[in-house]
């Protein structure tokens, strides 16, 4: 089955500072996506690629999927205490019975003043 | 547009209880994914329904069990709850199709399960 490693599990970082965080799979990801969770609750969706190659971003967060397809990285530029929270990657993840997202641990960021 | 919602927010069960779990829709979607999240974890997948069929399981025992309704809201059911059982439960829905090709899911704020 296919694994997604996130790294590093956890980043304290100082308000203004930027950040990366990392998504590996074991296999080719076919379409991935980024969440972010706020501690308890629900997933906000932020960004899906699919392409390798492809960037996207979203205010202050960029998002990007390697060539091959097998590497994620979400880089956040000027964190703000807002930007605190769980970030998940999710794979599409294919059987013959249908789909379903295959999620990451998670990165925890908490963002100092 | 109305998000995805669930019901309750918290619940408590003691061990061997029964729970019933409740999510409505987004707008316009025909698709719902349950997944639990277990303290520090990712979610993990439980099952999705297509127009009310399952489309899909992950590797969860049998006394999990799910419906999903005309208007496309859903229920998750455990039986027999154990303690390994409390965690987030997360519904997701999509406008998804029983092919492989998936549109994005959008989750609800989940419900805290907590058996004791």
């Known amino acids: 089955s296919q694994e997604l490693e996130q790294s590093p599990q956890s980043l304290i970082v100082q308000e203004g500072k930027n950040l990366t965080i990392n998504c590996t799979s074991s296999?080719?990801?076919?379409?991935l996506y980024w969440y972010k969770q706020k501690y308890g609750e629900g997933l906000i969706f932020l960004m899906m690629?699919?392409?390798?190659?492809e960037e996207k971003s979203h205010e202050k967060i960029t998002a990007k999927l390697d060539e091959k397809k097998q590497q994620s990285s979400l880089h956040i530029t000027a964190s703000q205490p807002s930007h605190a929270g769980i970030y998940l990657c999710?794979?599409?993840?294919?059987?013959?019975?249908?789909?379903?997202?295959?999620f990451g641990k998670g990165t925890s960021l908490l963002v100092t003043p | 547009e109305t998000g995805v919602t669930q019901s309750p927010t918290h619940l408590i069960k003691t061990r061997g209880q029964q729970v019933t779990l409740r999510c409505s829709s987004q707008?316009?979607?025909?698709?719902v994914s349950w997944y639990q999240q277990a303290l520090g974890q990712g979610p993990q997948f439980i099952f999705q329904?297509?127009?009310?069929?399952?489309?899909g399981r992950g590797n969860f025992p049998p006394r999990f069990s799910g419906l999903q309704f005309p208007n496309y809201s859903s229920e998750l059911n455990v039986n027999a709850l154990e303690l390994d059982d409390s965690a987030l439960y997360l519904c997701?829905?999509?406008?998804?199709?029983?092919?492989?090709?998936?549109?994005?899911?959008?989750f609800g704020p989940g419900t805290r399960l907590t058996v004791l």
């Open positions: 997701a829905s999509s406008l998804g199709s029983r092919q492989t090709s998936t549109d994005t899911q959008y």
């Open positions: 296999k080719t990801l076919y379409g």
């Open positions: 690629l699919q392409k390798g190659g």
């Open positions: 999710g794979a599409e993840k294919y059987s013959n019975s249908g789909y379903a997202l295959n």
């Open positions: 707008s316009g979607h025909n698709t």
């Open positions: 329904y297509y127009r009310e069929e399952e489309n």
